[in-house]
């Protein structure tokens, strides 16, 4: 039973399964919904299509079982949500905040290339704008049709200047029709009701751009904590890219052993003591959680 209005959730991309570093993630969203004695939920983010392994959501989740850790409420797929993030995307078009957009990636590299003579910025492409005066207004009724990706207009003047210069226009909705990772996490975000987002630091810099999106759309604004990567030996982001191998502890003292391992990169000194099963395990690990925080957390 919940104790206080804390909600969290972990929200892996099926695009292969649970490696070490997810792991660590999912324990530390769990861990700090717990230790607040809050709700937390799971919810499979398979917009993606093309980036989706058929079957890999619920492996993922036999992987979270056996260590612990199941949704407080039934599992959420964004491939099911289709209709709330067109709402909200029709919400910022109608604020005027949207715009289509039919360049391509080669395209806006020559034209940053043209601005800046030939040198393209260390950050990546920051989209110029060029489409922001010259697609025609679309009518709502049509949103859904067009063939061009939408990107949102960002204000120029404003507390939000370093998000234009640092990110620019950004996409919403892909010119495939799917919908931006941007748009459907603020989106569902807010639908489940989420208080606290716990997950890699490789997202850090996304968070202005979900706050942006919360602060246009009337969305509540969510507490974000980041925690380190877990590296490969290459010190590379372990990841599907990278090889990084599921994991599928053969036997209970293995799933002790990940758990073990994957508190430790949090920081979790778990005391010593006989601990032989993955519940005890995971109650010694949220009395260990409440006044330590992961070793150089990122919070927002
Ligand atoms: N689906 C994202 C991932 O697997 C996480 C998104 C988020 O937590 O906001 O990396």
Redesign the pocket.
Known sequence: MSKSNYRG?????P?GLLHAG?LA?ALASWLDAKAARGIWLIRI?DIDLPRVVTGADQAILQQLALFGMTSDEPVVFQSQRQNSYKEQLEKLHLQGLTYPCNCSRKEITHHIQRQNGSNLPTQGLIYPGTCRTITPWIDPSELNHCRLAIRVRLPRDDQHQLLRQTVGDFVVRRADQIIS?QLA?VTD?AQQGITH?V??A??LD?VAR?VWLQQVLHLPVVNYLHIPLVLSPQSEKLSKQTMAPAIWPPNPLATLQFLYSAASHLGIQIPNRNIQTVPEWLQSAILAWPDRQPPCAITF
């Open positions: 959730r972990f929200a892996p991309t695009s997810s993630t983010e990772y996490v975000d987002v997950r890699g490789d997202l996304n979900q």
